[in-house]
C-alpha cells in the first residue's frame, strides 16, 4: 500500500467511527453499555496505526520524494479556480497524524470511563470522531480549501463539543463565541487563499509555493498581507492575542475535550499551519516578525493570567494559551523543528495535566475553583503523581520533555540576535512565571490540610453535590441531566490510568528524543518538509543550546521554589500581594479585560445596529417612505377624485366645460 | 321656381353592405310591433327571441359582407361600411345579444315594456354601427344621436328607482351639452374645411385650401374630441359614467360600458387617425395628455368603491385611457391594437358584470361589494368568471387582459409614445388593488372591507335562497359569466381569431403610419 | 354683413346656453339652455353653409332640428317621470349618486 | 345693404336678448317665451343668410310645435320659481367664468382664422339657394341616409317617450293624488319602492 | 433520449386539473404525483443534459406570431439546476402539504400545481415575451395561496406581496416591449425570443433605463434592498409551504433573470449599473444579517437572512467575473434547498412549542429530539456556508469573483459570512439549546417531515461532497451569459 492510500485510511477511520455511532445510536436503546466509548476509540486507535503505516512508507522513501499527493476527486473547477480533493502526505502531516491520532486515543480511552452515565454518551463519541477526523483532514489537506474545509470542521466539532451540555447557557454561549471567533479565523484564511491564488494563479500548496519564489519579491506587499492574514486564521484558532478569548471559556465542555480539542490538538492548528505555509512567511519575514511579536506578547499574557484565575481548568486553559505563543514564536522565527518539537510535548503534558485535573474534579464532585481545593495528595495518589509529572514538564523541570523543547525555541531565538533577544528575554521571563503557576496549581490542590470531599474521599466513597453549573452555580435540572449524576476518577478507573500513565512517562521523557548533540529525532524526520528553508544554518549550536538549557532548568527551579515558599512554606503571602497591589490583582483577575473590550467593540455595535435597522430603517424608510409614500400618492389622488364626483350635475358640466376650455386652449397655442 | 321631379335621381344604394342595419332597423320596428301583443309570453318569450333573431341576422350579415382593404364610402359617401366598421358592428351585436340574455328577467324591460326596451335597445345598437360607419359629419352627428337618445331613455327605465332616474336625467343632460359641444366643433371643421365627407376633409387638410395649424380647424377639432371623449368616458369628460353606470338597470351598464365604448373608439379612429390623421402632430400630444389623466383618474378613482357597478365604472373610464392610447399613435398597429383591446373589454366586461347582476338579484346587499363574500365556497360557478375577469382586467398573464395591454404597450412604443406604455402599467398597477379586492372578498372569507356596510334591503328572492336555486333561476346569466370568462382564457391563450380580425381591421383604413 | 359677426353672435349664445346649464337648476330650463347651444350651432351652421356656399350646412341645421326635438321630448319625458314619482324637479337635488 | 346690417343688428339683439331671458328669468314660463324669441330672432338671421327653409323650419316646427310641448309640461309640471339655495354659489361664479373662456376662445379662432371667406359677405349663391326645394333635393339625395337615419331617431324618440311618460298600473294612484304643482317640500316620505338600493 | 419540456412543464398543471375533477381528497395525490413525475423527469434532465453543449432539449414554436412572441423552451446551464430545484422542492412541500389538513383542498392543491408550472415555465423560457409571462402569472397562485389559507392579517399581507412584485414586473414587461420594439431593424420582424434578441441591439442609453426597469422587477422579487418591504408581513402569514417555495425558489426567478436576459441582451446597460448594483447587494448582505440578528421570530431571521443571501447572489452576478457569476448561479442552488428544508423544520419546531415561531419562547428542543436536531444543524451549517458545504464553495467563488476587480467590496461582503454564522448558530442554538421554554414539548420529528427533509439534507451533503457537478455543468452557459457584459466593462477599464 503506498503512502497515501495510509492517509485515505487515516482519515477513513474516525469518520466511519462517527457514522457507525451516529447509526447506532438510532437503534432503540442505542448501542450497549461503553460500546460506543470502545468504537470510537478503536476507531482512532486505527487511525493512529495507518499513520505509522504512512510514517513507514515515507521511511522507505529517498529524502526528496518524501511528498506524496493524491487527489480523490475534482472538487470544483472554473475557469483558474481549481481545486481537487487532494491529501498530501509528508513527513510534517505524518508527524502531526501521529500526534494528534496518538493523543487521541489516549483521550478517548479516558472518556470511555470518565463520560459513563453521562446521557449524551454516543452523541460525545460521534462528536469527538467527527473532530478526529476533521483535524486529521486539516493536517492531510494538499491545497488550502480543503484546509480550511478541515479548518472549519474542527471548528464546528469544538463549537459541539464545548456546548455539549447544552442545558447550560454558559456552555451554549461559550460555544456560539467560539464558533464566532473560528469565522473570523476562516475569513481570513479565504482572503489569503484568494491573494495567493490571483498572484500565484494555484490553490494547491506545492503550486502556490512552486510560484511563490518566482512571483513574489521579497517582503512583497500581497505576500505580507497573505501572510498576516493566515496570521488572523492561525492566532483564531490558536488563541494567540487579541482572538484568544474564546479558550477559557471553552472549558465549558467536558474535561476531556479540554484535553483534546483545547489543548492538545485543534490549538496547535495554527502551529502547523505556519509551519506549513514557511515558504511564504520566509519570503514576506515582516509578517513572521509580527507572528513572533504576538506569540511573546501572547505567552507573556497567558502565564501571567495564570497566576490570577483559580479555576482549575481556567488556570491550565491560560497556560495552554501561553504555551501557544511559544510554539507561534518558535515556527515565526523559523525554528519549525524546535515548535512542531514543542507542540508535541505540550501535546503530552498538557492532556495529561487536564486529564489529572478532570479526575480532581469529579473527585470534588462538580467544584472546579482551586480555593476550595486541598490536601488531596493522600487521597487519590495516582492522579497526584499524574498530575506533578505533567506540571514538571510544563514547568520545563530539567530533563523533562517540556525543558528541552521550550528551551530549544527560545535558544532559536536568541540564535537570530538582535531586537529577537527582547522576545527571547520575555520568553525566559515567561518561563518563570509558567515554573510558577504550574506548581501553584499543584501545591493549592494536592497541599495543605485536606478539604471535606479529600477525607471523604480517604474515607473511600466519592462527595456528592447537588449537581450545579460549576461556572454560575446554578442548580443543573437533573431530569434532562447532562452532565450524569455518578462520575468517575482515575483512582479507580483503569482505563482513566490507562491513559494517563503512558501520557506521564512521556511527559517525562519524550524530550529524550530531541537533546541537543545527544539525539535529534525529530529535526531529521522533519527535515524532508523544511528543506527548502533558508533558515537551516542559523540553527543553534549544540554548545549555545546547553547554555540555554542550562539557564532555563535554573529559572524553572526559581519558579518552582518560589511556589513552594508562596503556597506551602508561608502561605498566604499571595493574599497579601493581592490586598497591596488591589488593581493589579483585578486586572490580571479580568484577564487584562479583553472581553469586556469586545463587548464595546464588536457585540453592542451589531446589537445596536440591528435596533436601529429594526426600529428606524425598517418601519420609518422601508415601510413608511417607499411603501407608504407610493400608497399615500395614490391614496391622496383617490380622494381626490371621488371629492370632485360631488353628484351635482352642474359640477359634472362644470369640468366639462373646463376641459373644452383647456383642450381648445391647447389647441389655439398648438395654431400658433 | 320649381324643378321638374325628373331631375333627381335617387342615389344608387348597396344593399347588401348596407344590410346589417337594416336588419337592426327592421328588427327593432317589428319587435315594437309584437310587442304591442298583450299576452305574457309573447312579452317575455317572443319578443327578446325576435330581437336576438334579428341581432344574429346582423351578425351573420357583417360577416357576408366582410371584406378586408380599404371600402369606398357608400351612398353619397355618408357610410364606409369596411371591416372597422363591421368589426365594431360585430362587438356592438354581441352586447346588444349579451344585454338581451341579461334583461330576460330584468325589472327594467317590464317596466318598459319589452317591445319598447328591446326596439330602443335595437335603435341604440343601430345608432352605434352608423356612428362607427358614418363618414360625414352629419351622419356622425345623426349617429351619435341616435345611439344616446334610447341609452338616456333605457337608462331611466327602472321608472320606481330613484337612482335610475337619476342617471336618466343626468345622462341626458351632461350627454347633450356633449353633443351640443361636439355640433360646434362639427360646424367649426365644416367651416374651416367646407366639407361634410371625411375624404374631402382629409384632401381639404392636406391641400393647401386650409392650414394645418388653422386656429378654426383646430378648435374644431378641439371641441370634436371633447365630444367623442364624452361618450368613450375619458376624463375630464368621465364624471358622468360612474353616477350613470351605478344608477341604470344592470343590464343595461353592461350594454353601455362595453357597446358605447366600441362605437365612441369606432369613430375616433376613423376620424383621428382617417379624416384629420395629417395633423396628428397637432393632436396626438393633447389625446396623450387625456389618455395620461384618464388611466390615473381612472384608477384612484375605483380604489374605495365599494358599489360594484361604481367600480367596474371606474375601472371602464381607466380602460378607456388604456384604448385612447392606440388612438393617439395614429398608426395602423395602434388601430389594431384598439380594436383587439375593444373585443377583449367587451368579453372580461361582461363576464363580470353578469356575474354582478346575479348576485345583485339576490342579495341583500345589491350590487355591494359585500355582496360577494365567499362566493368562492357559496357558490364557485359565479366566483371563478369574476376572478378571472378581474384578473383579465387587471393584466394578468393567461387572460385577453395581458394580451390587449402588451399589444396596447407595443404599439404605444413603436409610435414613439413609450412613456404612453408606461404610464399604462402604472396604472394597471394601481388598478391591482381594487380588483385584489374584490377577489379577495370573493375567496379570502373572514376579510373585512373599511368602509360602513350599506343598509340591508328587501329583495324578493329569485327562488329559494338556495345558490343552486338562485343558479337555476337564472341559468342564462350564470352561462353567459361562465361562456365569457371561458373566452377571456381561451384569448389570452390563443388570440389569433382575434388577431386575424384585428389584422383585416387594420386594412380598412388608408394613409396610416 | 361679414360672416365672421354671424359666426361671433353664435358663440356669443353657445356661452349663454353653456352659462345656463351651468347655473339654473331646474332641469326644464337647463333643456332650453341645452336647445340654445344647439340652436347656436345651427348658426355656425348656416353662416358657414353661406360662406362656402354650399347648402350642407343648412341641411345639417334642419336635421340638428329634428335632433334637438328628440332631446327636448326624452328630457320632458325624464322630468314627467320624476314628477310621477314626487322626485323633486331640482337638478341638485338627483345627487344621490357620487363618490 | 344699410337695411340687411340694420336687420342684423336687431336680430342679432333680439337672439342675445332672449337666450339671456332664457338663463336670466326664474320662472320657466317665461324662459319659455324668451326662448321662442330667441328662436324667431335666430329665424330672420337665417334669412339673412339666405336659409329660407331653415328659417320657415325654425319658425314653424320649433317655435311652434315644440315649444308648445314645453308649455304643456311645464303648466303639467307648474312653474314654479326656482327657490334659492346658497348652494352652487362656486358654481354661479365660476359656470359663466369657463364658458366665458370658451367664447373668448371661439372668437379668437374666428378672427384669428386665416381663411379669407370669413371676412367676406360669403359666396356668390346661385339662384333657389336654401329654398325648399334645393335642401329637399339635397335630402333626398345627397343626405339620404342621416335624413332616413333622423327620421328613425324620431320613432325611437317618440317609442322613448311613451316610454317613460304612460301611466302605469301601480302608478295610477300617485297619480291621481297628484294635484298639480304640489311644491317639492310637502311631499310625504316617499314609497318603499322609491327607497330600494339606496347604495 | 428526448425530453419534451413541454411535457415537464405542463405535468404539474395537468394534474391539478385533474385533481379539480376528482373527489375532494383526490387532489392532493394527483398533484403531489405530479411533482414526483416533474422530479424523475428532472434527474432524467439531469442525468442526461451534456455539459459542453448549449442551449438544448429545445421546442421552438409560434405562439402570437403578430406580437413576436415565440413559445421557446430550451435547457443550458444556467436554468437545468434551477428547474431541478424546482422539482426537488416542490415535492417535499406537497408532500408535507398533503397530509395536512386543508379547507378546500382541491384549490390549494390546483394552485400549488399551477405554482410549480409557472416557476418551471418561468425558468424554460427562451421568450422574453413568454418569461414575463411566466414571471407574473408565479404571483396568482402564491397570491391565492397565501391569501386563503395564510395566518393572521393575510390578506392585506398577500395584497401588498403582489402588487409590490407586480410594481416591480409591470415595468419590466413595458421595457420588455420596448426591447423588442426599438431592438426591431427597419423592416424587420419583431420578435422576442432571447436568441434574436442577443443579435439585435438597442442604443447605450435606451439599454441603461431598460436594465433599470428589468433590475426593479428582479430586486423587489429577490428581494433586495431597500425593495423588501412585504417581506416581512408576507413571511409572517404564509403557510410554511408556501414560504418555503417562496423564498426558496421563486426568489431565484429574477436574480435568474439577470443572468438569462439582462447580461446577454444589455451588457452595456448592465456595465453602466455595476457599480450601483453591487453597492445594493452589499449593503443588502450586511443589512439583512444584522437584521437577522436581531430578529424574535424564526421566520422573519430566514426571511431577513435570505435578503442576505440574495445579496450574495446579486453580488457574484454583477462582480461580472467568471468565478462570481458561477458562484451566484450555484448559490442559488444551495440557497434553495438550504432553505426549504430550513422553513419546514421552522413548522415542526412551531408544531413542538404550541405554534409559536419565537425564540424568546422556544429551547432545549434537542433533548428527546436527536434527529430532528442533527438534521437542523446540518442544514444550518450548509445555511451559514460552513466550509464543506456546497454553499460554501458557492460563497467562495462569489468572493473570488469580487475580489478580482472589486476587492474591497468583496472584503466589505466577507463581514457578512461571519454575520451569517452569528445568526444561524443564534437561531439554531435559541431553538435546540438552552433550557427548554415554557410551552415547548421536546418530541422526534415525524415521519412525514423526516420524509420530507431528509432527502433535502442528502442533496445538501452530496453536493457539499461533490460541488464539481454543478460547477462543471453551469460554466459553460455561465461564462457565455456574462462574457459580453465583461468585455464591456474590460473596455471601460481600458478607456
Known amino acids: 500500500m503506498s503512502g497515501t492510500s495510509y492517509g485515505w485510511l487515516v482519515l477513513a477511520f474516525p469518520l466511519a467511527g462517527t457514522l457507525v455511532i451516529a447509526f447506532g445510536w438510532l437503534r432503540p436503546g442505542g448501542l450497549p453499555g461503553r460500546l460506543p466509548g470502545w468504537i470510537a476509540s478503536g476507531a482512532i486507535l486505527g487511525a493512529f496505526l495507518s499513520s505509522i503505516g504512512a510514517l513507514i512508507e515515507l521511511q522507505d522513501q529517498p529524502e526528496d520524494a518524501r511528498s506524496l499527493v493524491d487527489s480523490a476527486w475534482t472538487y470544483a473547477s472554473t475557469g483558474d479556480f481549481k481545486v481537487d480533493l487532494s491529501i498530501l502526505v509528508d513527513p510534517l502531516s505524518v508527524f502531526m497524524c501521529l500526534v494528534v491520532s496518538g493523543v487521541s486515543f489516549l483521550i478517548h480511552v479516558y472518556s470511555v470511563a470518565y463520560m459513563d452515565g453521562d446521557r449524551g454518551y454516543h452523541r460525545y463519541f460521534a462528536y469527538l470522531n467527527f473532530f478526529v477526523f476533521s483535524m486529521l483532514l486539516l493536517v492531510l489537506a494538499a491545497n488550502f480549501v480543503v484546509l480550511i474545509v478541515g479548518w472549519a470542521f474542527v471548528g464546528a466539532a469544538s463549537y459541539l463539543l464545548i456546548s455539549f451540555w447544552y442545558r447550560r447557557e454558559t456552555a451554549t454561549r461559550a460555544g456560539i ?55 488572523v486564521g492561525a492566532f483564531a484558532k490558536s488563541a494567540q492575542l487579541p482572538l484568544h478569548t474564546w479558550l477559557p471559556d471553552a472549558m465549558e465542555g467536558p474535561t476531556p475535550v479540554s484535553a483534546l480539542i483545547h489543548a492538545a490538538t485543534m490549538v496547535t492548528a495554527g502551529v502547523y499551519l505556519i509551519a506549513r505555509t514557511h515558504p511564504l512567511f520566509e519570503l514576506a519575514p515582516a509578517a513572521a516578525d ?324 429594526r426600529a428606524v430603517i425598517e418601519t420609518r424608510f422601508v415601510q413608511g417612505f417607499i411603501v407608504g409614500g407610493a400608497t399615500g400618492v395614490v391614496r391622496v389622488g383617490s380622494s381626490f377624485a371621488r371629492s370632485i364626483q360631488t353628484g351635482y350635475l352642474r359640477g359634472y358640466a362644470l369640468l366639462l366645460l373646463l376641459g373644452v376650455a383647456l383642450l381648445a386652449l391647447y389647441f389655439l397655442l398648438a395654431s400658433s | 321656381m320649381t324643378l321638374p321631379l325628373a331631375d333627381i335621381q335617387a342615389p344608387d344604394i348597396d344593399y347588401k353592405a348596407l344590410s346589417p342595419l337594416i336588419a337592426t332597423i327592421g328588427g327593432s320596428i317589428v319587435v315594437l310591433m309584437v310587442g304591442l301583443l298583450r299576452g305574457r309570453r309573447v312579452q317575455t318569450v317572443l319578443v327578446p327571441a325576435l330581437t336576438a333573431v334579428s341581432l344574429l341576422t346582423a351578425i351573420g350579415l357583417a360577416i357576408w359582407t366582410w371584406e378586408p382593404g380599404v371600402r369606398q364610402p357608400i351612398i353619397e359617401g355618408s357610410l364606409t361600411m369596411d371591416t372597422l366598421t363591421l368589426g365594431i358592428a360585430v362587438l356592438v351585436y354581441v352586447a346588444g345579444l349579451v344585454a338581451v340574455a341579461l334583461s330576460l328577467r330584468a325589472v327594467a324591460a317590464r317596466e318598459a315594456g319589452h317591445g319598447e326596451y328591446h326596439s330602443m335597445l335595437l335603435g341604440s345598437i343601430t345608432g352605434m354601427v352608423l356612428l362607427a360607419a358614418s363618414s360625414d359629419l352629419i351622419t356622425l352627428f345623426v349617429g351619435l344621436e341616435l345611439l344616446s337618445i334610447p341609452l338616456y331613455v333605457l337608462c331611466a327605465t327602472e321608472l320606481h328607482r330613484r337612482t335610475s332616474l337619476e342617471a336618466g336625467l343626468k345622462y341626458l343632460v351632461i350627454g347633450s351639452v356633449g353633443s351640443a359641444t361636439l355640433l360646434y366643433g362639427l360646424a367649426l371643421i365644416y367651416g374651416a374645411t367646407g366639407a361634410m365627407q371625411f375624404d374631402a376633409i382629409a384632401s381639404a387638410i392636406s391641400s393647401d385650401q386650409v392650414s394645418l395649424t388653422d386656429p378654426l380647424l383646430l378648435t374644431g377639432i378641439a371641441l370634436l374630441a371633447t365630444g367623442l371623449a364624452f361618450k368613450a368616458s375619458v376624463a375630464p369628460f368621465h364624471q358622468w359614467t360612474p353616477d350613470v353606470y351605478q344608477g341604470a338597470p344592470t343590464p343595461i351598464t353592461t350594454f353601455m360600458a362595453v357597446a358605447t365604448k366600441a362605437a365612441a373608439f369606432g369613430i375616433f379612429l376613423r376620424l383621428f387617425d382617417h379624416a384629420l390623421g395629417l395633423s396628428q402632430l397637432q393632436w396626438g400630444p393633447a389625446l396623450a395628455a387625456l389618455a395620461t389623466a384618464t388611466i390615473v383618474i381612472g384608477n384612484v378613482g375605483a380604489l374605495a368603491q365599494r358599489s360594484l357597478k361604481r367600480l367596474l365604472a371606474w375601472s371602464s373610464v381607466a380602460q378607456a385611457g388604456y384604448l385612447l392610447a392606440g388612438v393617439v399613435v395614429g398608426s395602423t398597429l395602434g388601430l389594431q391594437a384598439t380594436v383587439f383591446y375593444l373585443a377583449v373589454y367587451l368579453v372580461m366586461n361582461v363576464a363580470a358584470f353578469a356575474v354582478v347582476i346575479a348576485r345583485e338579484r339576490v342579495s341583500e346587499r345589491g350590487d355591494d361589494l359585500s355582496s360577494l363574500e365567499n362566493l368562492g365556497q357559496t357558490q364557485p360557478w359565479l366566483a371563478w368568471p369574476m376572478t378571472i375577469a378581474m384578473l383579465s382586467l387587471a393584466g394578468v398573464p393567461a387572460t385577453a387582459g395581458f394580451i390587449g395591454k402588451f399589444y396596447l404597450i407595443d404599439a404605444a412604443v413603436a409610435g414613439d409614445y413609450a412613456w404612453l406604455g408606461v404610464v399604462i402599467v402604472v396604472g394597471a398597477v394601481v388598478s391591482f388593488a381594487y380588483y385584489l379586492r374584490v377577489v379577495a372578498v370573493m375567496w379570502m372569507g373572514g376579510y373585512e372591507v373599511e368602509l360602513p ?53 387594420g386594412t380598412a383604413l388608408s394613409g396610416l403610419r | 354683413m361679414n360672416i365672421t359677426w354671424f359666426l361671433v353672435l353664435s358663440a356669443f349664445l353657445f356661452v349663454i346656453g353653456a352659462a345656463g346649464v351651468l347655473t339654473r337648476r331646474n332641469p326644464l330650463v337647463v333643456l332650453l339652455c341645452l336647445e340654445l347651444m344647439l340652436n347656436a350651432g345651427n348658426l355656425a351652421l348656416v353662416a358657414f353653409s353661406r360662406m362656402h356656399g354650399g347648402q350642407a350646412g343648412q341641411v345639417f341645421a334642419l336635421i340638428v332640428m329634428v335632433i334637438a326635438a328628440c332631446e327636448v321630448v326624452i328630457g320632458l319625458g325624464i322630468i314627467v317621470a320624476m314628477y310621477r314619482n314626487r322626485l323633486p324637479i331640482d337638478i341638485d337635488e338627483m345627487s344621490e349618486l357620487r363618490g | 345693404m344699410w337695411f340687411e346690417q340694420v336687420l342684423f343688428f336687431v336680430a342679432g339683439i333680439g337672439a342675445l336678448a332672449g337666450a339671456l331671458g332664457v338663463v ?107 329654398s325648399p326645394a334645393e335642401i329637399g333635393q339635397l335630402l333626398l339625395t345627397r343626405f339620404l341616409v342621416p335624413f332616413e337615419a333622423a327620421s328613425y331617431l324620431l320613432l325611437v324618440a317618440a317609442v322613448g317617450a311613451v316610454v317613460l311618460a304612460r301611466r302605469r298600473r301601480g302608478l295610477e294612484d300617485i297619480g291621481a293624488l297628484e294635484e298639480v304643482g304640489a311644491p317639492p317640500d310637502r311631499r310625504e316620505p316617499p314609497s318603499e319602492t322609491t327607497l330600494e338600493v339606496r347604495v | ?134 414571471f407574473d402569472l408565479m404571483l396568482v397562485p402564491f397570491y391565492f395561496m397565501i391569501g386563503g389559507w395564510g395566518t393572521g392579517d393575510r390578506v392585506r399581507a398577500t395584497t401588498k406581496f403582489v402588487i409590490y412584485t407586480l410594481a416591480g414586473s409591470l415595468l419590466m414587461l413595458a421595457a420588455a416591449v420596448a426591447l423588442g420594439v426599438l431592438s426591431t431593424p427597419d423592416g424587420g420582424e419583431i420578435s422576442f425570443s432571447l436568441a434574436t434578441l442577443q443579435q439585435r441591439s438597442v442604443s447605450e442609453g435606451t439599454q441603461q433605463w431598460m436594465v433599470l426597469l428589468f433590475a426593479l422587477a428582479f430586486f423587489v422579487k429577490a428581494p433586495l434592498f431597500p425593495l423588501h418591504g412585504w417581506v416581512p408581513e408576507t413571511y409572517r402569514s404564509s403557510p410554511i409551504v408556501t414560504i418555503a417555495l417562496l423564498s426558496g425558489v421563486l426568489s431565484k426567478v429574477g436574480v435568474y433573470g439577470f443572468l438569462r436576459i439582462v447580461l446577454p441582451i444589455m451588457p452595456e446597460g448592465a456595465q453602466h449599473w455595476q457599480e450601483l448594483f453591487i453597492i445594493l447587494a452589499v449593503f443588502s448582505i450586511l443589512y439583512g444579517s444584522i437584521l437577522a440578528f436581531s430578529q424574535d421570530n424564526m421566520r422573519l431571521v430566514l426571511a431577513y437572512s435570505s435578503i442576505a443571501q440574495l445579496g450574495f447572489i446579486v453580488l457574484g452576478i454583477f462582480a461580472l467575473e467568471e468565478k462570481g457569476a458561477q458562484g451566484a448561479v450555484l448559490q442559488m442552488l444551495n440557497h434553495g434547498i438550504v432553505v426549504v428544508p430550513l422553513f419546514l423544520i421552522v413548522g415542526v419546531i412551531a408544531a413542538r412549542a404550541k405554534g409559536s415561531e419565537s425564540l424568546s419562547e422556544l429551547g432545549g428542543m434537542a433533548f428527546r429530539a436527536p434527529v430532528l436536531a442533527t438534521l437542523f444543524l446540518i442544514v444550518t451549517f450548509a445555511t451559514l456556508a460552513m466550509p464543506g458545504s456546497a454553499n460554501f464553495v458557492g460563497e467562495l467563488l462569489v468572493l473570488f469573483g469580487t475580489f478580482e476587480d472589486k476587492l474591497v467590496y468583496g472584503l466589505v461582503a466577507s463581514v457578512g459570512v461571519v454575520l451569517a454564522a452569528v445568526y444561524m448558530i443564534r437561531l439554531f442554538g435559541r431553538a435546540m439549546h438552552n433550557r427548554p421554554g415554557p410551552a415547548v414539548e421536546s418530541r422526534e420529528i415525524d415521519g412525514l417531515h423526516l420524509a420530507a427533509v431528509v432527502p433535502l439534507v442528502a442533496v445538501i451533503v452530496a453536493l457539499g461532497v461533490y460541488p464539481h457537478f454543478v460547477v462543471h455543468r453551469t460554466e459553460k452557459a455561465t461564462t457565455a451569459s456574462i462574457q459580453e457584459a465583461r468585455g464591456v466593462g474590460q473596455q471601460v477599464v481600458a478607456r
Open chain 1, 177 to 231: 463565541k467560539a464558533f464566532v471567533i473560528n469565522v473570523i479565523g476562516d475569513v481570513g484564511l479565504v482572503v489569503a487563499a484568494f491573494l495567493l491564488l490571483d498572484k500565484t494563479g494555484a490553490l494547491d500548496y506545492a503550486g502556490v509555493f512552486a510560484q511563490a519564489d518566482q512571483v513574489f519579491t521579497h517582503n512583497d506587499g500581497t505576500l505580507v498581507a497573505a501572510c498576516l492574514l493566515i496570521l
Open chain 1, 290 to 613: 509580527v507572528g513572533a511579536i504576538v506569540g511573546t506578547a501572547t505567552l507573556v499574557f497567558g502565564a501571567t493570567v495564570a497566576l490570577a484565575v483559580t479555576d482549575l481548568k481556567r488556570t491550565i486553559a491560560y497556560s495552554t494559551i501561553s504555551q501557544i505563543g511559544y510554539m507561534v514564536l518558535g515556527v515565526s522565527v523559523f525554528a519549525y523543528g524546535a515548535g512542531l518539537f514543542h507542540l508535541m510535548t505540550h501535546a503530552f503534558f498538557k492532556a495529561l495535566l487536564f486529564m489529572g485535573a478532570g479526575s480532581v474534579i469529579s473527585a470534588m464532585g462538580g467544584i472546579q475553583d482551586m480555593d476550595r481545593m486541598g490536601g488531596l495528595r493522600k487521597a487519590m495518589p495516582f492522579t497526584f503523581a499524574a498530575f506533578t509529572a505533567g506540571a514538571l514538564a510544563l514547568a520545563a523541570f530539567p530533563f523533562t520533555s517540556g525543558f528541552f523543547s521550550k528551551d530549544e525555541i527560545l535558544a532559536f531565538t536568541v540564535e537570530r540576535g538582535g531586537w529577537y533577544l527582547v522576545l527571547a528575554i520575555a520568553g525566559y521571563a515567561g518561563a518563570l512565571l509558567t515554573a510558577f503557576y504550574a506548581f501553584r496549581m499543584v501545591f493549592r490542590v494536592f497541599y495543605g490540610n485536606p478539604v471535606a470531599e479529600a477525607r471523604e474521599l480517604e474515607q473511600g466513597h466519592l462527595a456528592h453535590h447537588a449537581p450545579a453549573n460549576p461556572a454560575t452555580g446554578e442548580p443543573e435540572d437533573t431530569d434532562v441531566g447532562f452532565p450524569a449524576e455518578e462520575h468517575h476518577i482515575a483512582e479507580r478507573e483503569r482505563p482513566m490510568r490507562a491513559a494517563m500513565g503512558p501520557l506521564a512517562v512521556l511527559a517525562l521523557l519524550a524530550g529524550l528524543v530531541q537533546v541537543p548533540g545527544v539525539s535529534d529525532v525529530i529535526e531529521k524526520f522533519l527535515e524532508p518538509s523544511f528543506a527548502d528553508s533558508h533558515f537551516h544554518d542559523t540553527a543553534p549550536s549544540d554548545g549555545s543550546e546547553w547554555i540555554g538549557l542550562v539557564v532555563g532548568g535554573l529559572i524553572s527551579l526559581v519558579g518552582i521554589g518560589a511556589a513552594y515558599h508562596a503556597y506551602v512554606r508561608r502561605r498566604g503571602v499571595t493574599l497579601e500581594l493581592r490586598d497591596r497591589f488591589p488593581r493589579v490583582h483585578a486586572f490580571l483577575v479580568n484577564k487584562w479585560y479583553f472581553d469586556e473590550l469586545f463587548e464595546a467593540l464588536f457585540v453592542r455595535p451589531v446589537a445596536t445596529a440591528g435596533g436601529f435597522g
Open chain 2, 453 to 505: 356596510t350599506v343598509p340591508p334591503r328587501k329583495v324578493k328572492p329569485v327562488s329559494g335562497w338556495s345558490p343552486e336555486a338562485d343558479l337555476r333561476a337564472q341559468p342564462e346569466v350564470a352561462a353567459i359569466a361562465i361562456a365569457f370568462a371561458a373566452l377571456t382564457i381561451l384569448f389570452g391563450i390563443w388570440p389569433d381569431p382575434l388577431f386575424d380580425a384585428a389584422r383585416d381591421i
Open chain 4, 24 to 130: 336670466v328669468v326664474r320662472n320657466p314660463f317665461y324662459s319659455v317665451l324668451a326662448l321662442v324669441v330667441h328662436l324667431l330672432a335666430l329665424a330672420v338671421l337665417f334669412l339673412l343668410l339666405h336659409a329660407e327653409f331653415i328659417a320657415a323650419a325654425q319658425v314653424v316646427v320649433y317655435a311652434g310645435a315644440v315649444m308648445v310641448l314645453y308649455i304643456f309640461v311645464v303648466a303639467y309640471i307648474g312653474g314654479a320659481d326656482e327657490p334659492l339655495r346658497p348652494d352652487g354659489g362656486m358654481l354661479h361664479s365660476f359656470g359663466p367664468l369657463f364658458a366665458g373662456a370658451i367664447g373668448v376662445e371661439l372668437c379668437i379662432a374666428f378672427i384669428a382664422s386665416g381663411l379669407d371667406a370669413l371676412d367676406t359677405r360669403g359666396a356668390d349663391l346661385g339662384a333657389g339657394f336654401g
Open chain 5, 1 to 134: 433520449m428526448t425530453i419534451h419540456l413541454s411535457i415537464v412543464l405542463f405535468l404539474p398543471l395537468a394534474t391539478g386539473l385533474l385533481g379539480a375533477f376528482l373527489p375532494r381528497e383526490m387532489a392532493r395525490w394527483a398533484v403531489l404525483a405530479g411533482s414526483v413525475a416533474v422530479l424523475l423527469y428532472a434527474v432524467a434532465l439531469l442525468a442526461d443534459f451534456d455539459a459542453g453543449g448549449g442551449l438544448q432539449y429545445v421546442t421552438d414554436d409560434e405562439w402570437i406570431p403578430e406580437l413576436g412572441i415565440r413559445y421557446q423552451l430550451g435547457i443550458d446551464g444556467l436554468n437545468l439546476f434551477m428547474v431541478a430545484l424546482t422539482a426537488i422542492a416542490w415535492v417535499p412541500c406537497t408532500l408535507v402539504a398533503a397530509f395536512r389538513e386543508h379547507d378546500r383542498p382541491k384549490q390549494f392543491f390546483f394552485w400549488l400545481a399551477l405554482g410549480e408550472t409557472a416557476v418551471l415555465g418561468a425558468f424554460l423560457a427562451q421568450d422574453l415575451a413568454l418569461f414575463i409571462v411566466f
